[in-house]
């Protein structure tokens, strides 16, 4: 094996290593955003449903049919204001998990 041969295979295996640490830090940050992106999941659908038992609880308080037509909208306005809030939260959670999980294996590129 002559000197360029042997240069050729550590640039190899120097590249090849750098690439399975690069691979490894892309996984760890998809299962770290993963988690976070879930947990975002869980909190909107846990508000949710105390959204359902308020309105209900408000709903059966109600006296007259005017006072519950002012309750559910009342209602409906916080919850669709709660789930646009929502789903900007997870939108911004899911576009930090692609981009987290990438940025490892895009850095080696650029």
Do not use: W
């Not at 190899?12 to 299962?31: F, G, L, P, Y």
């Not at 981009?99 to 080696?108: C, D, E, K, M, Y």
């Amino acid at each position: 094996m002559d000197a360029r041969s042997t240069e050729r295979k550590v640039k190899v295996k120097d590249i090849s290593r750098e690439t399975a640490d690069r691979m490894q830090e892309s996984a760890a940050n998809a299962a770290d955003g993963l988690r976070e992106f879930q947990l975002k999941i869980l909190s909107a659908a846990h508000a949710n449903v105390e959204a359902c038992f308020e309105y209900a609880q408000d709903a059966l308080k109600a006296r007259s049919v005017p006072e519950l037509i002012e309750v559910s909208t009342l209602h409906s306005r916080r919850r669709l204001e709660m789930v646009a809030d929502q789903a900007r939260e997870i939108a911004a959670a899911a576009q930090k998990l692609a981009s987290g999980s990438a940025r490892p294996l895009t850095n080696q590129l650029g």
